[in-house]
């Protein structure tokens, strides 16, 4: 049987719920509550407030959703990503919205009813940790397709690759990341452990000049963001 980790009790994280649906931000303040160790700090109902209390109450993490009157929620990671981490959290997964909100500075997109409460929690915990950033399968997909389909060249093949100068194995671990696997699937497939998928990954990182995996995955496809 899985049970989630138990969270850390001398780490606390301050998170701002951004929807328009009253209704959800009160279930997400109240599922999050009960982690243990994520405070709730402040709700929006649209991006302008959330810029407001965004700067105001220097949030660890930006839950944000995309469709919202006033300041929409991709317009608002602009802003928004320059005081905190922003992770969209959304019905919507179109490949161009998710792409937009990654050019935007969102560390992680997550797809509505694609994961737990607990998975959330955790999610919070590892951006705010850097130990990963994340996305659905969805928008990873999405992000993928945005990539694919945006491109005027020819997809980048291994000899346009080796000009990021990544070794065979990091290049391997790149190709896990595009298809959507986890630190944890790809330790598995590579028979390898979490830490060293995670070295792998902060070299990638630093060897393509992307500061999260979304935008890892932009430009190893040959499309680097704000093209």
Not at 49 to 78: I, K, N, S
Not at 143 to 152: F, N, S
Not at 154 to 176: K, N, T, Y
């Amino acid at each position: 049987m899985h049970t989630e980790p138990d969270p850390d009790p001398e780490c606390r994280y301050r998170v701002l719920v951004v929807d328009d649906n009253a209704f959800i931000r009160a279930g997400l303040a109240s599922a999050l509550e009960a982690a243990g160790d994520i405070d709730v700090v402040g709700e929006a109902g649209d991006g302008r407030e959330a810029e407001e209390l965004a700067r105001r109450l220097a949030p660890d993490v930006v839950l944000l959703d995309v469709r919202m009157p006033r300041t929409d929620g991709v317009r608002a990671a602009a802003a928004l990503s320059r005081v905190s981490r922003v992770i969209m959290l959304t019905q919507v997964e179109e490949p161009d919205v998710v792409l937009a909100a990654v050019r935007n500075g969102a560390v992680g997109y997550l797809v509505h009813n694609t994961f737990t409460v607990g998975e959330l929690a955790e999610a919070i915990r590892d951006t705010v940790r850097h130990r990963a950033h994340p996305l659905s399968q969805a928008a990873s997909a999405a992000l993928i397709d945005a990539a694919r389909t945006g491109r005027t060249a020819a997809p980048a093949g291994p000899a346009d690759r080796a000009r990021f100068g990544l070794s065979a194995r990091e290049a391997q671990v790149m190709e896990l990341i595009v298809r959507g696997h986890s630190n944890h699937d790809i330790a598995a497939k590579l028979v390898l452990t979490e830490k060293t998928v995670k070295n792998y990954i902060n070299r990638i990182y630093a060897k393509l000049g992307a500061p999260n995996r979304a935008t890892a995955i932009v430009t190893w496809l040959g499309m680097p963001p704000g093209d």
